[in-house]
Nanobody, 123 residues
Framework: VQLQASGGGLVQVGGSLRLSCAASGRTFSAYTIGWFRQVPGKERDVVAVISGSGGNTYYADSVKGRFTISRDNAKNTVYLQMNSLKSEDTAVYYC?????????????????WGQGTLVTVSS
């Protein structure tokens, strides 16, 4: 599966952005999709994960209540709605696909990656 992340940009503290992760392939619903973020010098960290059906979700504590992950399998797309953005949310955001159908949270477990989209939150 090939992934394409988009929707990043520059936003002020308190603002909102919606990221999209568009995928190719006919078995998109079989993949767990995760959003991760990375800042220079640090490891890629999990932000949110959604199961293939969309029925299960996971959020990192730092984004709970502010971010929402969702998917539209008919459109082969996963979304990350980000509200009440903080300066510490600034990072390159990546979406990954995992074939194991488990709610994996470590980036090394993911099989496919999009190219990343930069989110900059300014104060």
């Amino acid at each position: 599966v090939q992934l394409q992340a988009s929707g990043g940009g520059l936003v002020q503290v308190g603002g909102s952005l919606r990221l999209s992760c568009a995928a190719s392939g006919r078995t998109f619903s079989a993949y767990t999709i995760g959003w991760f973020r990375q800042v220079p010098g640090k490891e890629r960290d999990v932000v949110a994960v959604i199961s293939g059906s969309g029925g299960n979700t996971y959020y990192a504590d730092s984004v709970k209540g502010r971010f929402t992950i969702s998917r539209d399998n008919a459109k082969n797309t996963v979304y990350l709605q980000m509200n009440s953005l903080k300066s510490e949310d600034t990072a390159v955001y990546y979406c990954g696909a995992d074939r194991s159908a488990t709610m994996v949270r470590h980036w090394r477990s993911y099989d496919y990656w999009g190219q990343g989209t930069l989110v900059t939150v300014s104060s």
